[in-house]
């Protein structure tokens, strides 16, 4: 097989485009919004917040597992959620780091 198009990329590239395209939906952000207020909770939580179905939301949580913004622990039969602060955290450092750059650069290009 040859190489995908993410293989010209390097890991943190690829690790930081994969956690920007899981919040790339708004109910995933009102997802994350949520946790944030709360600070953790069960599936069933969420569902009652958002105007989508309980498959619908469940399908958002999997990608947001998938990609690492949240973690989730099983309690009896159901499921909480709360954000993984590490992974956050890399996407704080990358928007800093953008944000450094931007304040340092002398001149505007545009």
């Known amino acids: 097989m040859g190489a995908t198009k993410t293989d010209h990329f390097t890991d943190k590239q690829n ?4 956690l920007l395209k899981a919040l790339g ?3 995933r ?14 599936c069933g939580d969420i569902v009652n917040e958002l105007p989508l179905a309980q498959p619908t939301v469940s399908q958002h949580l ?4 998938n990609a690492g913004l949240i973690k989730g622990n099983i309690e009896g039969n159901a499921i909480c959620y709360c954000i993984d ?3 956050i ?6 928007f800093e780091n953008i944000s450094t750059r931007l304040t340092n650069k002398k001149n505007s290009c545009c």
């Open 85 to 87: 602060e590490k992974v």
């Open 15 to 18: 690790q930081i485009a994969t």
């Open 29 to 42: 952000i009102a997802i994350i919004e949520y946790l944030l207020k709360v600070n953790a909770c069960i």
């Open 25 to 27: 939906h708004p109910a």
């Open 89 to 94: 955290g890399k996407l704080q450092n990358y």
């Open 62 to 65: 999997k990608e947001l597992k």
